[in-house]
C-alpha cells in the first residue's frame, strides 16, 4: 500500500501544483502509516531528485517522449500501469487542467472512486471520506471513497506546500505506450506573462475601465508586482480581454494570495472564481458595488484617478 503523486510539469519544468500534491501526498501517506511515490512521464529538466524535499520518497520516470505533452488517454494508460506495478492504494492529482483530463479517465479505467476538487486531507478515522467545495465554494460535501484504489485530485492552492530537507531515489519505470489516436500538431503559447492559473498575484479588470485601450494601466500595476492579469467575463465576452483572462463560474477558478478587482461589480458569477483568493482588495466607484462584501481591503473611488496614483506608490516602494 503506497500513495503515488502524479506529478506534472510544463515546459520543462515541475508546475507549482505539483509541490502541493506532493506536499499532501506526503502528509496523507503519513496518515495512512505508509510511504509516498511519485509518478512522472515524459523528459523534463528540473532535478527530479530535488522533490524529495516535499516528502516523497520515490520518483518514477517514464523517460519517453511520446509523454512529454499531455495525451490524456497515453497518460491514463501509463499512470494505471504504474498504479498496478507499485501497488498504490492511493493515487493523488493537482485538479488543475491536465488532472481535470486524466483524473476521471483513470477513475474509469481502474474502477477506482474520486473526488476532484479535495481541499483537505482524508478524514480516515471511520473508512475515507474526502471533503470538497460544492456549489462554487458556497459549501462543502463529504464524500466517501469505498474503492480499493482511490483517487483524490485536490484543488489548486487549497493545501499549504511545506518543503524540508531530503532527496528522492528516482527510478527509470518502463511502460507500454500506445500510438497516440491523436496527435498534436501545433502548440501556441502566450509567453513572457504569469500563468493565471498559477499565478500568486492577480490585478483583474472590469467593465468599469471602459474600454481595451485602458488597459496599460493595470498591464503596468501587474508588471510591478510579478502579477497576472485576469478580468471579467463582460470584458472576455467584447473582445476587450482575451478568454483565458476571463476568471468565474464560467472560466478560470483561481486561488491567489492577492487578488485586486478594478472597476468589477463583484457578480455571483464572478465571486465563484475569484472568491478562495487569500486577500481580495477592490477598486470601484460604486460604494454598494456587491463586490465590497466580499473584499477584504475596498477602495471607493474612480479607478482613473486610484490605479496611477498606487502604481506611483508601488514604484517609489521598490525604489524604481
Ligand atoms: C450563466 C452565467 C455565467 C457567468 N459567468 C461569469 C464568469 O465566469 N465570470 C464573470 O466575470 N461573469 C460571469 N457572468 C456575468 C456576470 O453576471 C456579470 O455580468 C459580469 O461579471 C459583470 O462584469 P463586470 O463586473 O466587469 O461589469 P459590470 O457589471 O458592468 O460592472 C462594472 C463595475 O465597474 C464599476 N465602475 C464603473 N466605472 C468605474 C470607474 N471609473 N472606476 C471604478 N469602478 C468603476 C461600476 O460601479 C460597476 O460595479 C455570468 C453570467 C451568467 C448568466
Known sequence: MSVLVFID??????????FEALTYGSKLAEQLGTTVEGIVL???????????KYGVKKIHHVNNDALTNLDAQ????????????????????????????????????????????????????????VKKGVFSGKAFAKIAISTTVKIIAIQPNSYKTISGEGTAEVAALDVTVDAPKVKVTAINKVVGEVPLSE?????????????????????EMAKLLGAATA?????????????????????????????????????IQHLAGVNRSKTIVVINKDPEAPFFKA????????????????NDAIRKLKGL
Open 199 to 219: 499565478a500568486e498575484l492577480v490585478v483583474s479588470g472590469g467593465r468599469g475601465l471602459k474600454g481595451p485601450e485602458n488597459w496599460g494601466m493595470l498591464e
Open 42 to 52: 515524459g523528459s523534463v529538466k528540473d532535478d527530479l531528485a530535488a522533490l524529495g
Open 231 to 267: 478580468c471579467s467575463r463582460a470584458v472576455a465576452d467584447v473582445h476587450w480581454r482575451p478568454h483565458h483572462e476571463h476568471v468565474g463560474q464560467t472560466g478560470l477558478a483561481i486561488a491567489p494570495n492577492l487578488y485586486i478587482a478594478i472597476g468589477i461589480s463583484g457578480a
Open 295 to 310: 473584499a477584504d481591503y475596498g477602495i471607493v473611488g474612480d479607478a482613473f484617478e486610484v490605479v496611477p496614483k498606487m
Open 9 to 18: 510539469h510544463s515546459d520543462d519544468h515541475i508546475k507549482k501544483s505539483s
Open 74 to 129: 497515453a497518460y491514463t494508460n501509463a499512470i494505471a500501469q504504474a498504479v498496478q506495478s507499485t501497488g498504490a492504494t492511493v493515487v493523488v492529482f493537482s485538479n488543475n487542467v491536465n488532472g481535470k483530463a486524466v483524473a476521471p479517465r483513470l477513475s474509469a479505467k481502474l474502477k477506482a472512486g474520486l473526488v476532484s476538487g479535495a481541499v483537505g486531507l482524508p478524514d480516515t478515522s471511520n473508512g475515507f471520506v
